[in-house]
């Protein structure tokens, strides 16, 4: 049987407090929506149908890119004439899986189980126990057990209320159902919109089965509905991701002070410290250690690399095996720092390849470089990379040593084994080997003392 998969985004979001539409506040550093399209795409057959409303242009253009098709709503019904927007874009031979735009972490396994419930005659529904149910729609069952309908918080009972199963939102219908059926629903309720809900009853009504499978994990189906609930779901992700890497052997100081906003993979033995955060794709290499505070975006740490607190690094950037990095350093795009190099606190890098074994322990600026082996780059070095307008390289050979506070006014060479004084302003290729010493010479002056009483 073939699937459509309809992704509702088309609500306004209000209890969110936003400027942006809720579905492009992120989780864990993607737009909400772009999680629940990823599991869309896994259990779909065609592209997903994403219905959006009032501030679909925004939504429209963050996702140019993907493959979706799109319907609109023009006025935010409810969720049931949100479904009624996709109709046209929908097969009535194919089974249709509704999920909500702002319920991101479902798994695609139990959408899998779901969909295996759906058959011509059942209607599969994903429910949930939950001990706060404050919210979401509430599952009625009869005697036997079997589901009833489905009672919006607004419309229920004050029993109804008391009922701990939930609605997760997540639906599946069988093939033509929607077609037959939507037109039906009304709007005698609280709110006076088009609930998708009601479809349940008018399901059984129409002498149709309905299958109820229990989500099991809170994660799952927490939607999303103001601030705190998004603040919770992240803690809850951002914990889940922490776990995981501890039983994978990764020292992680603190679950609650963990936050990756990517994709983070860890060999044996790394250590991560408190308040490090993780964005783009983040590799780390055996014995790693990442200090407090770290920000790392984009880079690949090689082998007992250790990243003292407070380092940011915003790649692509490479940092190789055995290097030490910060405290409060700040490494930039197109950095490369090779084996045993070290770059200290105040440092600022970009553009760059750091020989191995090569150091700049103190405040220097270095762009646009390129930095042999074994080279010692003293405080307050700078390369003067950028004459206003265009970007100049700057090449240290093997062995170098810039002295402190030099400036490097590029492009300019020091080659291998020269020395530059401290104090110069280098604005002429260094020969190999020799001594280039660029400042005021040193004068002392013998000064006359003033007798008391002298004008
Ligand atoms: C909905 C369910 C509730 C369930 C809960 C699970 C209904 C009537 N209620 O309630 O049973 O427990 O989700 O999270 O379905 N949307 C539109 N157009 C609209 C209205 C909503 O596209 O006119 C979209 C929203 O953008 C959102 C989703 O549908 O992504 C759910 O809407 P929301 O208003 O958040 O419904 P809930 O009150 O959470
Ligand atoms: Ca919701």
Same mark, same amino acid.
């Given at each position: 049987m073939k699937t459509d998969v309809v992704v509702l985004a088309a609500g306004r979001g209000r209890r969110m407090r936003s400027q942006t539409p809720k579905v492009l506040l992120s989780l864990a550093g993607r737009p909400l929506l772009e999680h629940v399209l990823e599991k869309a795409r896994a259990v779909s057959d065609g592209a997903p149908v994403v219905v959006v409303g009032a501030r679909g242009e925004e939504i429209r253009a963050r996702f140019a890119r993907s493959e979706v098709r799109w319907a609109?709503?023009?006025?935010?019904?409810?969720?049931?004439? *949100?479904?009624?927007?996709?109709?046209?874009?929908?097969? +009535?031979?194919?089974?249709?899986?509704?999920?909500?735009?702002?319920? +991101?972490?479902?798994?695609?396994?139990?959408?899998?189980?779901?969909?295996?419930? !759906?058959?011509?005659? $059942?209607?599969?529904?994903? $429910?949930?126990?939950?001990? &706060?149910?404050?919210?979401?729609?509430?599952?009625?069952?009869? #005697?036997?057990?079997?589901?009833? &309908?489905?009672?919006?918080?607004?419309?229920?009972? +004050?029993?109804?209320?008391?009922?701990?199963?939930?609605?997760?939102?997540?639906?599946?219908?069988?093939?033509?159902?929607?077609?037959?059926?939507?037109?039906?629903?009304?709007?005698?309720? #609280?709110?006076?919109?088009?609930?998708?809900?009601?479809?349940? *009853?008018?399901a059984l009504e129409a002498g149709l089965h309905v299958?109820?499978?229990?989500? *099991?994990?809170?994660?799952?189906?927490?939607?999303?509905?103001? &601030?705190?609930?998004?603040?919770?779901?992240?803690?809850?992700?951002?914990?889940?991701?922490?776990?995981?890497?501890?039983?994978?052997?990764?020292?992680?100081?603190?679950?609650?002070?963990?936050?990756?906003?990517?994709?983070?993979?860890?060999?044996?033995?790394? $250590?991560?410290?408190?308040?490090?955060?993780?964005?783009?794709?983040?590799?780390?290499?055996?014995?790693?250690?990442?200090? +407090?505070?770290?920000?790392?975006?984009?880079?690949?740490?090689?082998?007992?690399? !250790?990243?003292?607190?407070? $380092?940011?690094i915003e790649g692509p950037a490479e940092i190789g095996p055995g290097v030490q990095v910060g405290p409060f350093a700040r490494i930039r795009p197109g950095t490369r720092l090779e084996r045993g190099s070290r770059v200290g606190n105040f440092v600022e890098v970009k553009n760059a390849r750091l020989g191995p074994g090569s150091k700049a322990n103190h405040l220097a600026y270095l762009g646009d470089v390129e930095v042999g082996a074994e080279a010692n780059i003293g405080a307050g070095t700078i390369t003067c990379n950028y004459d206003g307008r265009t970007k100049h390289a700057t090449a240290i050979g093997d062995g170098a040593f810039i002295g402190s506070n030099t400036a490097l006014v590029a492009p300019v060479r020091v080659g291998e084994g020269a020395t530059v004084g401290a104090g110069s302003v280098i604005t002429r290729d260094v020969p190999a080997g020799q001594l280039a010493v660029a400042r005021a010479r040193q004068r002392n002056v013998a000064? &006359?003392?003033r007798r008391d009483g002298e004008e």
């Open positions: 609109h709503q023009p006025r935010p019904l409810g969720t049931g004439d *949100a479904v009624r927007c996709a109709l046209p874009l929908l097969d +009535p031979a194919a089974r249709v899986l509704v999920l909500y735009g702002d319920v +991101p972490l479902i798994e695609v396994a139990t959408l899998e189980r779901l969909l295996a419930l !759906v058959s011509p005659d $059942t209607l599969a529904l994903l $429910t949930a126990r939950c001990d &706060r149910p404050r919210g979401y729609g509430r599952v009625v069952r009869d #005697a036997q057990g079997r589901v009833v &309908r489905i009672v919006e918080e607004r419309d229920a009972t +004050p029993e109804e209320r008391s009922l701990d199963e939930i609605n997760t939102g997540v639906i599946a219908f069988p093939p033509g159902f929607l077609h037959r059926h939507l037109p039906q629903l009304g709007c005698d309720n #609280a709110q006076g919109e088009y609930y998708l809900t009601d479809l349940v *009853a008018l299958a109820a499978e229990a989500a *099991a994990d809170e994660l799952e189906w927490r939607g999303v509905n103001d &601030r705190l609930e998004l603040h919770d779901l992240e803690r809850l992700y951002q914990r889940r991701l922490a776990r995981a890497l501890l039983a994978q052997g990764v020292a992680v100081m603190d679950v609650e002070r963990f936050d990756c906003r990517g994709e983070l993979h860890c060999g044996p033995d790394c $250590t991560i410290d408190v308040g490090a955060v993780f964005e783009g794709k983040v590799e780390l290499g055996a014995g790693v250690t990442v200090g +407090p505070g770290c920000v790392l975006r984009d880079v690949r740490v090689g082998d007992g690399a !250790v990243l003292h607190a407070y $380092t940011v000064r &006359r003392r």
